[in-house]
């Protein structure tokens, strides 16, 4: 009996040993742990003088933001940087914003900047058929940009994407391809920041069904979107698009010239509801009245309607077309009934 009792006193002494030696193993551990985060949470190099600038958009989650942090190279560690964040309340908390952080702050420092926000964000439209002159202007009515900062990064700036490299230099450079959306913007956006954001939207637009589609019809990217730029400016009414583009594949196949009035507006700088002779008679190569083929760029920003329409005219007979006034168009075979249109519409 004495044996027995024994035993179980040593069975017990034994499990409360484990026990406690469970407590001090996981004790020492956390520990462990908490010394390592303390010790990664710090500056990834506490001697840097650098500046880095990172963009936070919103809805960006703690992970994202961290990836985002390590990839920049102000942080070490983005798990880490997600565990104390969730240790110590930040987590959920983060606010969008265009922030300079330092690979000389700890995670932290970080984070509090992180929770108090930087930048409050815009929100701004340009519409389809807008110019790049038009686009700086609505862009500096609302005091987003400098006009001539604007129009010289147009020019001169770089942007890492592939077809901007394949377009023509000069100051209309990227005429027809600052896409026409909304977009929202932080406040204290460069010049650079916005032209790139509207670059980013186009080519998140002209997709490689496009690009195939362009190849397909034997066209270059600066080809169509200047055939869609066309489009845009002279269309109003949704169907008529493709069937102005059908109009304009069938001068281009016939060496006639395209005659759109929307060309030399482009060359005036103003949208005049009649052109003169002497307007139609102006020497430029975007005087698609004097010139066969298409003009050498672009004349405004066109729509996804207006590029598809130039991708996928429609097949038809037609060679001249004629606004109703109502924002409709009127298509004709001959010069002959073109002539009877006009003087039912216009005359």
């Avoid at 900062?149 to 147009?154: I, N, W, Y």
Wanted: overall charge negative; charged content about 25%; some cysteine.
């Amino acid at each position: 009996m004495a044996r027995k009792k024994a035993k179980i006193r040593n069975k017990k002494r034994f499990v409360a040993f484990i026990i406690v030696a469970l407590v001090v193993l996981f004790a020492l551990g956390a520990l462990l742990y908490l010394n390592h985060l303390k010790e990664a949470s710090g500056p990834l190099d506490p001697s840097s003088t650098q500046e880095i600038s990172l963009s936070v958009p919103g809805g960006t989650s703690t992970e994202g933001i961290a990836l985002a942090l390590k990839e920049a190279g102000i942080i070490g560690d983005a798990g880490v940087f997600v565990r104390i964040s969730q240790m110590d309340g930040y987590d959920g908390r983060f606010k969008a914003g265009q922030y300079q952080f330092s690979p000389s702050q700890s995670m932290k420092e970080i984070m509090e900047l992180l929770v108090a926000g930087q930048d409050e964000t815009l929100r701004f439209t340009i519409p389809e058929g807008y110019d790049i002159r038009r686009t700086a202007e609505r862009l500096a009515e609302q005091s987003l940009v400098d006009k001539d900062a604007f129009l010289e990064e147009v020019e001169k700036g770089d942007f890492e994407y592939s077809f901007v490299s394949k377009l023509p230099d000069g100051p209309s450079r990227l005429e027809g391809y600052l896409f026409p959306e909304t977009y929202e913007v932080f406040s204290n956006a460069t010049e650079h920041e916005i032209i790139d954001k509207m670059l980013g939207q186009f080519d998140s637009v002209f997709t490689e069904e496009y690009y195939d589609r362009a190849e397909e019809l034997g066209l270059s990217l600066n080809e169509v979107m200047t055939l869609a730029s066309i489009i845009e400016r002279e269309a109003v009414v949704q169907k008529d698009r493709p069937v102005i583009a059908g109009v304009f594949y069938n001068r281009l196949k016939s060496n006639m010239p395209l005659q759109s009035c929307a060309t030399v507006q482009y060359i005036l700088g103003e949208q005049k509801a009649v052109l003169s002779i002497a307007d139609t008679k102006i020497d430029s190569p975007y005087n698609t009245y004097l010139n066969p083929g298409l003009p050498p760029g672009p004349i405004c920003s066109p729509g996804q309607a207006s590029i598809k329409a130039a991708l996928w005219p429609e097949e038809t007979d037609y060679y001249y077309f004629l606004a109703k006034g109502d924002g409709s168009h009127v298509f004709s075979k001959t010069f002959e009934e073109h002539k009877r249109n006009k003087a039912k519409y216009i005359d």
